[in-house]
């Protein structure tokens, strides 16, 4: 017997409805949600965290905005990266990632 057939049935029985097939149904739409989109995200989202956590002076990164360079300062809230021979540029580390060379 299937969630359709169950909710004829009750329909069918001219009595009230009963809430349970759809309170089953919420919960295991909650839980696909959950099982297939917010918890593969939060562990990329924990993986690059610990990346960023791991740069340090030398290591080559890519920003946000696609600009590839070396980093040549660290600091609390930015890094100091090299894009080209004495030229440096601020970035957040926010927006920084790790380059696949």
């Not at 989109?37 to 080559?60: C, M, T, V, W, Y």
Request: proline share 4%.
């Amino acid at each position: 017997m299937n969630l359709l057939d169950l909710f004829l049935m009750d329909a069918a029985a001219g009595g009230k409805p009963s809430m349970w097939p759809s309170l089953v149904l919420m919960v295991a739409l909650v839980l696909v949600f959950w099982l297939f989109f917010i918890r593969p995200q939060s562990k990329k989202q924990k993986e690059i965290q610990k990346q960023r956590a791991a740069l340090a002076i030398g290591d080559k990164v890519l920003t946000a905005g696609g600009i590839h360079g070396t980093i040549r300062e660290v600091s609390e809230t930015y890094f100091l990266i090299e894009v080209d021979k004495n030229i440096h540029i601020r970035v957040e580390k926010t927006s920084v990632y790790p380059a696949n060379n």
